[in-house]
């Protein structure tokens, strides 16, 4: 057996299970009558929602446009956190970088260590995989040597403006009678900055809308904001292969990551599977229960983890 096989048996295994007993963990709970108290009922921390967020994207599960990078499902599951239930009807706006660290409405305004470019099928047009390469070994791990440079991210200033029309990896969903929705994509890249993260928001009381000829949803109450993370053993050793491997900035690990480290990133890193029992070549699936508060208008999270001041 090889190491490939016995990272894919041993984690993906584990994390499957470990992801099953906490929907468990939330049904005994409500049966109980302890529903309120249950971890998995806590609410979810609010997190920034950062500068490339784009309104009106498209109603659609399938947000890849054929960009290279190993695939990824994305389930999330989104309970009401007063009564532990799960929240249906919510709009989930969701995006993220592509594996050279790029987002789509951006990709010529790049002041983070991208390659610039890389519009449907990534840098120069390559293909990528559909899964890690086979010599993939869990022990892949220690960050590249070097450091990002002091205050290198994001803009300061706010949302910067958009320079394309490109839609890659972005999406909205709805979810279901049991709070789900899922997500066809890819393992996001890293940018100076920042680690590998997904950027989710979670509305409620919107409308579907055909503005600009493309279904959308609109409106609507913003009940959350937040990202999701992952486990940084996996991604670091993933982060060496194709088409990642091309961008050869230092990655951000978590700890040195702003928002990871200041915004709770701890509470909200997916449990990761694999897409087939004993392999991960196939795929991977990235499991996420969220509390929220359907009420509640929570105060926007600043860069650094900070919340203005109200006048």
């Not at 990133?265 to 795929?283: F, K, L, Y």
Request: one cysteine or more.
């Amino acid at each position: 057996m090889t190491i490939w096989d016995r990272f894919s048996r041993r984690r993906f295994v584990t994390s499957g299970l470990a992801f099953a007993s906490t929907l468990e963990l939330q049904r005994m709970a409500h049966a109980l009558g302890l529903a309120g108290t249950a971890e998995v009922c806590k609410l979810v921390p609010e997190q920034e929602q950062g500068p490339f967020y784009v309104a009106g994207e498209m109603l659609r599960s399938n947000i890849r446009e054929d960009k290279p990078g190993v695939s990824l499902t994305i389930h999330l599951i989104v309970l009401d956190s007063r009564t532990c239930m799960p929240l249906p009807h919510a709009a989930i706006d969701l995006w993220h970088c592509d594996a050279m660290g790029l987002y789509s409405g951006y990709t010529s305004n790049n002041p983070m260590g991208g390659p610039g470019g890389g519009g449907p099928g990534g840098p120069e047009g390559h293909e990528g995989p559909g899964g890690p390469p086979p010599d993939f070994a869990r022990d892949n791990s220690g960050p590249p040597p070097g450091s990002p440079p002091d205050g290198f991210g994001p803009p300061p200033g706010g949302a910067p403006k958009p320079t394309d029309k490109l839609t890659f990896l972005r999406g909205i969903q709805i979810t279901d009678r049991k709070g789900a929705v899922h997500f066809e994509t890819i393992v996001p890249g890293f940018y100076m900055g920042r680690t590998n993260h997904v950027h989710f928001k979670v509305r409620l009381g919107g409308h579907p809308d055909d503005g600009n000829g493309r279904q959308t949803y609109a409106a609507g109450h913003t009940a959350h904001i937040g990202q999701m993370f992952f486990p940084e053993d996996l991604v670091t050793g993933l982060m060496k292969y194709e088409p990642y491997s091309r961008h050869q900035i230092h990655r951000t690990t978590q700890v040195e990551d702003g928002v990871y480290s200041r915004q709770h990133g701890n509470e909200v890193i997916a449990t990761v599977t694999s897409d087939e029992q004993s392999h991960v070549r196939g795929g991977l699936s990235a499991n996420l229960i969220v509390a929220v508060d359907p009420t509640a208008t929570p105060s926007p999270v600043g860069a650094g983890g900070f919340r203005p001041k109200k006048s």
